[in-house]
Nanobody, 119 residues
Framework: QVQLVESGGGLVQPGGSLRLSCANSGSIFAFAIMGWYRQAPGNQRELVATITSGGRTDYANAVQGRFTISRDNAKNTVYLQMNGLKAEDTAVYYC?????????????WGQGTQVTVSS
């Protein structure tokens, strides 16, 4: 079973930084597209950033230039470095793992970690 464990959320002041981590214990991580989504109260879940197995990254317009997604395949971990945080970044952040082929193909989600930006 594919499991994702997130960490690094918390309370930060506007303009501050946080780094989220998401670890996978399986052997499929290196082949997967990894991503971060977020959902604020009353809003739909939205894509924040993705990174392919080859390291190609994509970002939502709202976070472009402030957030950086990266991965360490040796540690089976994906990161989301968030700088210049704003109140509108407050949300539950979810890590995702997508496999396009193989026996375990599909989309998998972490349990979510709360990020609150407030003074």
């Amino acid at each position: 079973q594919v499991q994702l464990v997130e960490s690094g959320g918390g309370l930060v002041q506007p303009g501050g930084s946080l780094r989220l981590s998401c670890a996978n214990s399986g052997s499929i991580f290196a082949f997967a597209i990894m991503g971060w989504y977020r959902q604020a109260p009353g809003n739909q879940r939205e894509l924040v950033a993705t990174i392919t197995s080859g390291g190609r990254t994509d970002y939502a317009n709202a976070v472009q230039g402030r957030f950086t997604i990266s991965r360490d395949n040796a540690k089976n971990t994906v990161y989301l470095q968030m700088n210049g945080l704003k109140a509108e970044d407050t949300a539950v952040y979810y890590c995702t793992l997508t496999l396009l082929g193989g026996r375990e193909r599909g989309d998998y989600w972490g349990q979510g970690t709360q990020v609150t930006v407030s003074s």
